[in-house]
């Protein structure tokens, strides 16, 4: 009598897709608070305030980092996002659109 086959192995699962995270802009809460309460290991403050403004266009007034308004749903980066924004990037972003913002001032 024939060995019966053996059964196919189950395929592996697929990796679960990272969730979403958002946060509410709030009165009286930065862009730096939310970036620094929404730590990712290896990625710089800096790139999590770029990332969020990057990622959110609309919940800042004028095109203003600084203009974070009130009551905006903000979508939340993965760490994958960060793989195209090193620090070095970030950090010139923040310079040239806090440097934009001064020129409005003078």
Do not use: M, W
């Not at 403050?45 to 959110?56: A, E, K, M, P, R």
């Not at 070095?88 to 934009?100: D, E, P």
């Amino acid at each position: 009598e024939p060995a019966p086959e053996p059964a196919p192995e189950p395929a592996p699962e697929p990796a679960p897709e990272p969730k979403v995270k958002t946060v509410v802009s709030k009165k009286g809460v930065t862009l730096y608070q939310i970036a620094r309460d929404n730590k990712l290991e290896g990625v710089t403050l800096q790139q999590i305030v770029v990332g969020i403004y990057q990622t959110n266009p609309k919940a800042f007034a004028n095109d203003n980092i600084n203009g974070l308004e009130v009551g905006n749903k903000l979508t939340l980066p993965s760490k994958a996002y960060y793989e195209d924004l090193s620090h070095v990037n970030a950090t010139k972003i923040l310079k040239k659109k806090l440097k934009t913002r001064c020129k409005l001032f003078l």
